[in-house]
C-alpha cells in the first residue's frame, strides 16, 4: 500500500478482502476518517493493523472476519466509538488482543449489533472481551468533571451534582452487557439504583449535545 500516505479520508466504505500476501497496512498511516463500513475479510497473511493509529472515526460498521494470522486489534484504539454502528469479530483463530480503547467503549453502551466468536481465547465472545477491558479502557470525557457522582461505590441511592449552566436531556445506565437497566430523562440530584444488582456499570450523562460516561459501581 505504499503511496497511499497522503489518503487522509476515505468518502465511503472501505474493504480489505482476499489478500493472500498483505501482511500489515503500511501506507495508510495517515488515514484519519472512513465514511462507511471497515472490513477486512479473508487475508490469510494480514498480522498486523498497527499502522491505522491515527483512524478515529468511521460512519458504519466493524467487520473483521477470517483474518489467520492476525493477534490483535491494536491500531484501530483511537476510533471514537459513536461513530461505529455495529461490530462483528469472527473466524480469526489467532486473535486474543481485542480489549482496545475503542472496541472496550462500543461494547460498554453498544449502537448496534454485536457478534464475537471463533477466536483465539480473550476474544472467543463479548464476555471474555468484557472481561478483559474491566472498563478500565473506557476513557471517561473530558466533560465529566461538568457532572459528578457519590458515593462510588454506591448503595441505594447517588446523587449528582451539576456544573454551571448544564441542562441534562438524558442519563442512561448500561450493564457490562451493554444493555440498558435505567434511564432518566431528567435532571435529578438523586437516584434511586436500588432495582440494580450489584456490580459494575457505566452511567451516560447526555447534555447540550454532548455525552459523558462514567463507570459506577453497586455494593
Known amino acids: 500500500m505504499n503511496g497511499l500516505d497522503n489518503v487522509h479520508a476515505i468518502g465511503g466504505s472501505f474493504w480489505l478482502d482476499e489478500n493472500t500476501m498483505l501482511t500489515s497496512l503500511s501506507g495508510l498511516d495517515n488515514l484519519e476518517t472512513i465514511g462507511g463500513n471497515f472490513l477486512l475479510r479473508d487475508n490469510d497473511s494480514l498480522n498486523s493493523i498497527a499502522h491505522l493509529s491515527n483512524l478515529t472515526s468511521i460512519g458504519g460498521g466493524i467487520e473483521i472476519i477470517d483474518n489467520p494470522q492476525l493477534s490483535s486489534l491494536s491500531g484501530i484504539d483511537q476510533i471514537e466509538d459513536s461513530t461505529i454502528s455495529s461490530l462483528y469479530i469472527t473466524n480469526n483463530l489467532s486473535l486474543s ?6 472496541i472496550c467503549a462500543y461494547l460498554s453502551a453498544p449502537n448496534g449489533l454485536t457478534i464475537i466468536f471463533n477466536n483465539k481465547t480473550g476474544c472467543n465472545s463479548e464476555t471474555e472481551v468484557l472481561e478483559l477491558c474491566q472498563l478500565v479502557s473506557v476513557s471517561p470525557s473530558e466533560n465529566n468533571a461538568e457532572v459528578l457522582i457519590y458515593p462510588n ?4 441511592n447517588i446523587h449528582c451534582t451539576y456544573g454551571k449552566d448544564i441542562e441534562l436531556k438524558e442519563l442512561n445506565i448500561y450493564n457490562l452487557y451493554g444493555q440498558l437497566v435505567m434511564q432518566k430523562k431528567e435532571q435529578l ?18 447534555y447540550d449535545f454532548k455525552k459523558s460516561r462514567q463507570q459506577l459501581s453497586i455494593y
Do not use: H, R
Open 153 to 156: 461505590p454506591a448503595n441505594g
Open 189 to 206: 440530584e438523586n437516584i434511586d439504583i436500588t432495582p440494580l444488582q450489584k456490580g459494575m456499570y457505566i452511567i451516560e450523562f447526555s
Open 97 to 102: 488482543t481485542c480489549e482496545v480503547e475503542s
